[in-house]
């Protein structure tokens, strides 16, 4: 069955601190995976888009990495700022995406940075 | 651009209530999606769209409807509302599929009661 398992579920870190979420994805054949931002109350907002043949893709202090080998991403945050609180959905695609794209979507990493 | 905006933002029903929320994206974009987001939940495709007039089932269609009257809009519709309905909604849109970022709306959050 194809899935997406982020971890952690949560994380509190100080502000100006780094940080690394985990996705492990058991979709093949796999196209691309991406990094989405969710703040509360909003619709998330994409950070990065990785095909198959992309090891690492940086968004300012965002950067993400991908193992397609291992069917593993990292998305490192550096320097944290109050403002990355929010979640972190991984979403993987399938390569057979058809019409809807075959998006499957982790139930997220909520981030809280404190100050 | 003011990108994809949905309407209402918030909306109380009671049971067997129906109601519709409306989708707009003025990118252009041919696909459009509808969302659910449950706590403990990854997003579940609802129904989706290829283009003007036409829909197809996602991963849980049961007890919604959706028409693509306009490119530029995507309707979804409740006709008889559940409890299990109660959830906070989101559209999306894209240019193509593969490789293409999904542009989400700000959310609608239902309440069923």
């Known amino acids: 069955k194809n899935q997406v398992e982020q971890s952690p579920q949560s994380l509190i870190i100080l502000e100006g601190k780094n940080c690394t979420l985990q996705?492990?994805?058991?979709?093949?054949?796999?196209?691309?995976l991406r990094w989405y931002k969710q703040d509360t109350g909003r619709g998330p907002v994409s950070l990065t888009i990785m095909t198959f043949s992309e090891n690492t893709k940086s968004n300012g202090r965002y950067t993400a990495t991908l193992d397609a080998d291992t069917k593993q991403s990292s998305l490192h945050i550096t320097a944290s700022q109050l403002s990355d609180s929010a979640s972190y959905i991984c979403v993987v695609s399938g390569a057979y995406g058809g019409s809807q794209g075959n998006l499957i979507f982790g139930k997220g990493t909520k981030l809280s940075v404190k100050p | 651009n003011a990108g994809v905006t949905q309407t209402p933002k918030f909306r109380v029903l009671k049971t067997g209530q129906s109601m519709t929320l409306l989708c707009a994206q003025d990118m252009n974009h041919e696909y459009m999606y509808w969302y659910r987001q449950d706590p403990g939940m990854g997003l579940r495709l609802i129904h989706y769209?290829?283009?003007?007039?036409?829909?197809a089932k996602g991963e849980v269609p049961d007890g919604y409807n959706v028409s693509r009257l306009k490119k530029q809009n995507f309707l979804l519709g409740l006709e008889s509302a559940a409890p299990s309905q109660t959830s906070v909604y989101f559209c999306a849109s894209t240019y193509g599929v593969i490789g293409n970022e999904q542009f989400f709306g700000p959310g609608t959050r239902l309440t069923v009661l």
């Open positions: 996705c492990n994805y058991t979709v093949s054949p796999f196209s691309n």
């Open positions: 769209s290829v283009g003007e007039g036409t829909t």
